[in-house]
Every structure is written in C-alpha cells, then in structure tokens.
C-alpha cells in the first residue's frame, strides 16, 4: 500500500492549473512583476522536482497508516 506522503508529493504538481491561476492574478493586478516571477518559478520547480521525489518515496518502506481507536465492548 501506498503512504500518504507518497500520495501528497503525488498532488503537488498542477503546472498547468498553477500558471493559469498565476496569470489571472497577475491580469487581475494582484501583485507585481516580482511576485508573478516568484510564482512562476514556484510551480516550475514543484512541476519539476516531483517525479524525483516520487521516484525516491517508492523505493523506501511506506509508514504505516495510524488506526483509529477502536472501543473494546464492555
């Protein structure tokens, strides 16, 4: 079974989505040209160093889900 960092790191990467919702903004006048560039770079390397880092999470043991408290019948 899967862990859930493997699953997070998973959901990370939405270049497409990120970039579009980043030139809205920028369209919109929420921020500058220096915050729309640190944007920018933000969903590249997150787009870019995710498939390593799921290549990594895959090779090492996944952590154990915790279990719910189960009540012991009196």
Do not use: C, H, Y
Not at 9 to 36: H, N, T, Y
Not at 40 to 61: E, Q, Y
Request: charged content about 20%.
């Amino acid at each position: 079974p899967l862990d859930r960092n493997f699953i997070g790191v998973g959901m990370v990467p939405r270049g497409e989505v990120g970039l579009i919702f980043v030139q809205v903004g920028k369209s919109a006048g929420l921020f500058d040209e220096r915050l729309f560039s640190i944007l920018i770079l933000t969903v590249f390397l997150t787009t870019f160093v995710t498939p390593p880092l799921l290549a990594w999470l895959s090779r090492r043991k996944p952590l154990p889900f915790p279990r719910d408290p189960v009540e012991e019948p009196a």
